[in-house]
């Protein structure tokens, strides 16, 4: 069998609804997706919703409704977002589930058993309000807890550890052999320095008078899970692996086939949750280090320089662009305006500027006049060169070259960095509008001489613009849908994603005679009001 490409984001917490850099995440996975699946490979992409918490559990007491009845709400904000957004995922985590509830329940007693979890009791400083215990770092500057912790008392609670610290030289050793656990390189620089920092145990639960709302312990009723064993327990217990079988080998072929997983996360989540609590996690229930996941690390979207928060006020609200813009609009924005692992600005402006630029008056230009041209001159019918070269080079100096381009592509696309990927189908389509205004078709329409001229621009146009809508696939399925149906390319397949493949991406597949449709605008301008 032939291994499937396994793919996963972050969980969003499910406290407050989506904002655009969720959005991101999900479209970036979702664009590395749909590449492999251009490919022609098996694709599972794994997603969805962290819904237990503290968090949780104030912001359902706040709107004065039970948790469960909360989450699913905020979850269904999340399932309409990524259906509008279209991105398409093969299966959708949701905690509360008993399926995942179930898994959690049996890693957790298989460590206990093994005695990776012990009991001990802490003590310390405890703000009531934030239900937390305070550290030296909350003091403030004259050694007092600030008004913002509210009463502060000194408490004693039981809680149960994850022996983490017992794991620390295997993962240095883990990080020192595999060089690529993390992209980019500088966040797994960043996280190796966190583990030598390591010192202390994990403590993974609350008793329930503190925190109801969550995965109660197997082994201790008056306790529930908090937190990471129940979030990153997400991406192995909805793909499949069963915690009774405590070998990786024994696990269910569903399962092997898939993992390990390509692990889509936020710069915030690297240290110290993936890169150190879930690989442990990993390896201490028998995961052996080739089957360890990579973890591609993401920058954030921030606003004018300073983060995005509720409580600034400065969300930006992925439904209102999608809305207003479309989906493709959004998602070619999120792509193309963020290198990956860096942070970015958002701007409306700026998605604006972009999508008028590169696609209104590039793209959906070259495909309009393309169209209209092939309409005007040769009623809708190509005629394809006696030979078709691989790489037209014409007259005019200019040179179509979709082999390349293919090459360029490819690269980005496996590098995870999807904006150089957009960069490369915009220059084959600048390329191919500087070849319609070097050649002048309406001028060779004029003289019968140029007869056979013609021809070979207009299908060089046509063919370069289907090999462009291929490429553009993953990150613009919209309007790649709109490409093919305009140039009616396999027709037969309309609506279906199949219809897209890499492999089409060559030279000269358009056939001689072919009729293309219509023009339909694609891309209409967005006035401004400048
Ligand atoms: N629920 C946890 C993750 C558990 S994974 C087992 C969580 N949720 S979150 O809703 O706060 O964030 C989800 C993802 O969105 C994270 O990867 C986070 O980095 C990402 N982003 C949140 N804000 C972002 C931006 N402003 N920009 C880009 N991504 C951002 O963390």
Known sequence: MPKTFFITTAIDYTNSPPHVGHAYEKVLADVIARYHRLKGENVFFLTGVDQHGQKVQQSAAKAGIPPAEFVKDITQRFVDLWK???????????????????????????????????????????????????????????????????????????????????????????????TDAVIPDFRQTELRNAVERISADLCISRPKSRLAWGIELPFDKDFVNYVWFDALTNYISFAGYDPSLSTFNSQPSTFRDKWPALQVIGKDILVPAHGIYWLIMLHAIGFPDDQMPQLLVHGWWNIGGAKMSKSVGNIVDPFVLADKYSSDALRYYLMSDMATGRDADFSEDRLVERYNADLANTLGNLLNRSLTMIEKYRIRKLTRPQSVKSNPVDEYGLRVSPTLAKIEYISAMTGYVPHLACQVALNLTLQCNKIVDAAKPWALAKDSAEREHLDQVLYTLAESLRIIAILISPVLPKAAHGIFDQLNWKMELSGKDERFSLADAEWGRLPDGHIVGKPVPLFPRIETTE
């Open 84 to 178: 509008k957004l279209d991105v398409q995922y093969d299966e959708w985590a949701e905690t509360i589930s008993e399926r995942h509830k179930k898994v959690v329940q049996g890693i957790l007693q298989r460590l206990f058993d093994a005695g990776q979890i012990y009991k001990d009791k802490q003590s310390g400083y405890y703000s009531v309000r934030q239900e937390q215990f305070l550290t030296d770092k909350e003091r403030g500057p004259d050694g007092e807890f600030g008004p913002e912790w509210g009463q502060v008392e000194f408490r004693e609670e039981e809680n149960y550890y994850f022996k983490l610290s017992q794991h620390k030289e295997w993962l240095l050793q883990y990080l020192n052999k595999r």
